[in-house]
């Protein structure tokens, strides 16, 4: 390596890419860091549980079809992540149950990414925020660096003895959102923030990194039809969590989806469906038990209907399922076969039997009125299709059958772990953040 060479060139500064920084650092090594936003953080700094499943047999259950090795370096590593945010300094409160399968802890993760940051300078390392990165430098096949964009349009060449890319992912560009999501994805709303936009897709692409399957999904919630998401503060706050308690109806009037096996996943199938917008109806004692409950142990309840209500968002309370027969034509939604759909399931699982689509849990009948409906719609928060990966975070190439050489991608850049599944968001960009800079130390 040349001298000026760094240990470790990072491109994202979220989760991922700040976790590598720091610890790199923090062993004595040299970083830099690259940034395009104004701030580093990016999407982490709305979340606030670091959690996945507790078992390998566990994630394995709940996702079949991702990649083995893969979910064993996620759950084998997730112990170790969680004393490295402890040994910062940074409280991590006692673990909890999270979605019924997975555990994990609630942290202050704006005080943990600007810990990181903090440590990153500390130690004589670079932080350049406002800076994109052009293009990657390769030698006889092997990635060395990268040329950047500083604030000021002038390019910065920077050597690395390993680069990784961490820029969050590629939610924030509706083309790619269409060609490897899904054609209705191009309009839906953004849960996250905007500037990842697939560079380091991108990036990979051109040193011959291997892109994941195409169908691999997303992570998302169901958030209000029509209402913005401009404000970070509504990423939480509106979100329709509560609906894998509810009834939800696409635009004939029909159910499709079995919702208790999780709203993550019922964002994802509302997405495939027409128009991709959805009526999720409760009753009374969802209202009670869910829609104004905490979703997480530890975090507040709300009312998340009244939010939504005041957001402008449609919605309406029925005193009867009589009313729904009622509901406005501008809707655009079949009130009668609605109501109907929800007699059905009410006599179906009022006498045991076997709803269709099925329902795994929460089998009580929705008849306690008032009825309360809000109109829903996917919004996406990181791509699940990325570029694949092996367990020490280095960057697999297309044949398939080699790593690209000094090419290392971690958190929403990295695809295979998960496929048509959730179990954690924070926890994978943590485990192989941190796998990336085990391999980048000297």
């Known amino acids: 390596m040349g001298v000026g060479t760094v240990d470790l060139l990072v491109v994202g ?4 890419g700040l976790s590598a920084a720091a610890r790199v650092a923090a062993e004595g090594g040299s970083v830099v860091l690259v940034e395009k936003a104004e701030r580093t953080g990016g999407s982490a700094r709305f979340a606030g549980f670091v ?20 979910a064993a370096a996620l759950v084998d590593g997730f112990a170790d992540a969680v004393a490295w945010i402890r040994s910062l ?21 704006n ?20 800076t994109s990165t052009r293009s990657l ?43 490897h999501v899904h054609p209705q ?77 999780g709203d993550h996943l019922t964002t994802m199938a509302l997405l495939e469906r027409p128009q991709a917008r959805g009526l999720l109806v409760a009753d009374a004692r ?63 699982v009022g006498g045991g039997g076997e709803p269709a689509p099925g329902r795994l849990l929460d089998r009580q009948p929705l008849d306690e009125p008032p009825f309360y409906v809000i109109e829903a719609a996917p919004a996406i928060t990181f791509t699940f299709g990325g570029l694949l990966i092996d367990a020490e975070a280095r960057a697999l190439s297309a044949d398939g059958r080699h790593t690209v050489p000094g090419l290392l991608v971690a958190g929403a850049d990295a695809g295979g772990l998960y496929r048509r599944a959730y179990a954690g968001g924070l926890a994978p960009a943590l485990v192989f953040g941190l796998a990336a800079a085990r391999t980048a130390l000297p």
């Open 185 to 261: 994805a191009a309009d839906i709303e953004l849960r996250a923030n905007p500037h990842s936009r697939g560079d380091g897709l991108s990036l990979g692409l051109s040193a011959g990194a291997a892109f994941g399957k195409k169908d691999a999904g997303f992570y998302g919630h169901l958030m209000p039809a029509g209402v913005s998401l401009a404000d970070p503060a509504r990423f939480v706050d509106l979100a329709l969590y509560y609906s894998e308690h509810a009834l939800l109806f696409d635009i004939t009037g029909e159910r499709f989806v079995d919702e208790t096996v």
């Open 137 to 179: 430098l390769t030698e006889n096949g092997a990635v060395t660096g990268a040329e950047c964009v500083l604030p000021d349009g002038s390019i910065r060449r920077i050597d690395a003895a390993w680069t990784l890319l961490a820029t969050g992912g590629f939610q924030g560009d509706p083309g790619l959102r269409t060609e």
């Open 51 to 70: 959690w996945t499943t507790p078992t390998f047999d566990e994630l394995r259950r709940v996702n079949p079809d991702g990649d083995a090795e893969l």
């Open 89 to 109: 300094g940074v409280e991590c409160r006692p673990p909890v149950p999270v979605l019924g399968f997975g555990r994990g802890h609630q942290i202050d993760t």
């Open 111 to 130: 005080h943990y990414l600007d810990t990181c940051e903090r440590l990153i300078r500390d130690r004589g390392s670079e932080v350049l925020t406002a």
């Open 13 to 16: 500064g979220g989760m991922a």
């Open 286 to 348: 969802v209202h009670r038990e869910w829609i104004s409950a905490s979703y997480v142990e530890g975090i507040p309840g709300v009312d998340k209907f009244q939010l939504c209500h005041r957001a402008g968002a449609r919605s309406a309370v029925a005193d009867s399922l009589e009313e729904f027969a009622w509901m406005p034509e501008e809707w655009g939604y079949p009130g009668a076969r609605i109501r109907d759909r929800v007699e059905e399931y009410n006599a179906t």
